[in-house]
C-alpha cells in the first residue's frame, strides 16, 4: 500500500464515523455575490445564515473601491508588512479603524483567527494567567492553547467565575471573552468585567467581531454599547468580514499595543500582508456604517420584527440558559444533530438558506439552527422564513 492509500486508511472510518453521528459537514458552493439573495448549489434562495449584517458585502461601493485599488496597487502585497507589503491603504484602513473607534492605534491582520492567536501568544507567556469564558470563539479557546500559560476555563458570561479565578492569579493576567458569542447571540457582562479586571489589575481582551459595526452607539461596538473606552479594555479585536462586506480583522488599542505586536505578534511578522483592495473595501464599507446610520436602523428594526414573529408563532429562541437576545444572531436549539440537519435541508427546499450548526461547534446535545438578520432583509423574506420555520418545525418548536 502507498503512504497515500495508508492514510486514506486512518481517515476513512473517521469520516464514516462524523456521517454516522450527522456531523460530516459539507461545502456549498455559492454562484455570484454573497448577499440576502444568493445562488447556492445552483438554487436561489434567502440567505439566513451569513454574518453579513448591514448588507454591504455585496454594496457595489465596496466592489468599486476594491476595483481602484486594484488597478492602482495589483492583486497581492508581496511580502509580510515588515518588508515590502505595507501598502498605504493598510494604513488608511487602520488609521480610519482607529479613528471610528477611540482608539489611538490599529493593526490589520489578514484574518481574525490570525489577530487571536498572534495577540495571544504575544501578551501571554509561561508566567501569565489567562481567564477564558466556556463558550469563547474556537479562535481564542486555540490563541489561549497556544500561550501555553496557565489558564482557567470559566463559566460562561459570569463574571464572579471570573473574579474568582482571577483573585488565584499571580501579577500578570489577562481575562478573554468574546463581546457577542457567535453561536448564542448573547452579549458579555463587559462593564462587571472591566471592574473586576480594574480590582485584579488584569487586563481585559475582547474578541468583537459580532458587535463591531452592529452594537453600541453608531455601531461602534460591544464597548461602546456598555459604556466602556479602550482605558478600560486594553485589547479590542474585531473583524471586517462580517458588518463591513469585506474581509481581514484588527487589533486596537494604545500605540504601545500596537507597537509591540509589531515586534511580536508571530501571525502578523511572517504572514503576507493582505490584498490592498481587501483594505480599500473594508474603508468603503466603514465609510457606509458612518454615513448611513439607517442601515443599522433597518438590522435592529428587522431582527424586533423577527423575534416578533416567532413569538406571535410560538417558536422559542435562545441558547440553552435563557431567552435569545436582541442581537442579530438568533439561535433556535433542537438538540438533536439529525433532526437539526434535517430541518436545515427542509427550510433550503423551501428556499432558505439556514444553518444547522452541530458539534464541535457547540457543545453535545446543543445543536440548533442558528439564523441571522441583515439590514439587506425585506419584511417580506423574514415572514417567509417564519412560516417556513413554523410549517417545518411545528408542533415542536420547544428545544429538545
Known amino acids: 500500500m502507498s503512504a497515500a492509500g495508508a492514510l486514506d486508511a486512518r481517515l476513512r472510518p473517521q469520516i464514516q464515523a462524523l456521517r454516522d453521528r450527522d456531523l460530516h459537514r459539507q461545502r456549498r458552493v455559492v454562484d455570484g455575490s454573497h448577499g440576502a439573495r444568493i445562488r447556492v448549489d445552483g438554487r436561489d434562495c434567502v440567505n439566513f445564515c451569513a454574518n453579513d449584517y448591514l448588507g454591504l458585502a455585496a454594496d457595489p461601493r465596496l466592489a468599486e473601491a476594491a476595483r481602484a485599488s486594484l488597478a492602482r496597487d495589483g492583486t497581492g502585497s508581496g511580502a509580510a508588512a515588515l518588508i515590502s507589503g505595507h501598502n498605504r491603504e493598510h494604513r488608511a484602513l487602520e488609521e480610519a479603524l482607529a479613528d471610528f473607534l477611540g482608539a489611538e492605534a490599529a493593526l490589520l ?15 501571554a507567556g509561561p508566567d501569565t494567567h489567562l481567564c477564558a469564558d466556556a463558550l469563547n470563539h474556537a479562535s481564542l479557546i486555540d490563541g489561549v492553547r497556544l500561550t501555553k500559560a496557565p489558564y482557567a476555563r470559566v463559566t460562561h458570561a459570569d463574571a464572579a467565575a471570573f473574579d474568582a479565578a482571577l483573585g488565584n492569579a499571580p501579577d500578570a493576567a489577562i481575562a478573554v471573552t468574546d463581546g457577542v458569542f457567535s453561536m448564542d447571540g448573547d452579549v458579555a457582562p463587559l462593564p462587571e468585567l472591566a471592574g473586576v479586571c480594574a480590582r485584579r489589575g488584569a487586563t481585559l481582551y475582547v474578541d468583537d467581531a459580532h458587535g463591531f459595526g452592529v452594537c453600541g452607539p453608531d455601531g461602534r461596538g460591544s464597548l461602546a454599547a456598555a459604556g466602556l473606552s479602550h482605558a478600560d479594555v486594553p485589547v479590542y479585536v474585531a ?28 501571525t502578523w511578522v511572517f504572514s503576507t500582508a493582505p490584498p490592498p483592495a481587501l483594505s480599500a473595501a473594508a474603508r468603503a464599507g466603514l465609510a457606509v456604517l458612518r454615513s448611513e446610520p439607517e442601515r443599522l436602523a433597518a438590522l435592529h428594526a428587522n431582527i424586533a420584527h423577527f423575534r416578533a414573529g416567532a413569538t406571535e408563532r410560538g417558536i422559542r429562541l435562545g441558547p440553552p440558559d435563557g431567552a435569545a437576545g436582541e442581537h442579530a444572531i438568533q439561535p433556535l436549539l433542537l438538540g438533536d444533530a439529525g433532526r437539526t440537519m434535517a430541518a436545515s435541508r427542509a427550510l433550503f427546499e423551501r428556499g432558505y438558506w439556514v444553518a444547522g450548526i452541530r458539534p464541535p461547534t457547540v457543545p453535545a446535545g446543543t445543536s440548533r439552527l442558528r439564523l441571522t438578520l441583515s439590514a439587506a432583509h425585506t419584511r417580506e423574506q423574514i415572514e417567509g422564513v417564519l412560516d417556513a420555520l413554523h410549517a417545518v418545525l411545528a408542533p415542536q418548536a420547544e428545544p429538545a
Open 109 to 123: 491582520f489578514s484574518s481574525g483567527w490570525a489577530a487571536n492567536l498572534g495577540a495571544l501568544r504575544a501578551l
Open 239 to 266: 473583524t471586517l468580514g462580517k458588518s463591513l462586506g469585506a474581509s481581514g480583522a484588527f487589533v486596537a488599542g494604545s500605540r504601545t499595543l500596537i507597537d509591540y505586536l509589531v515586534q511580536k505578534a508571530r
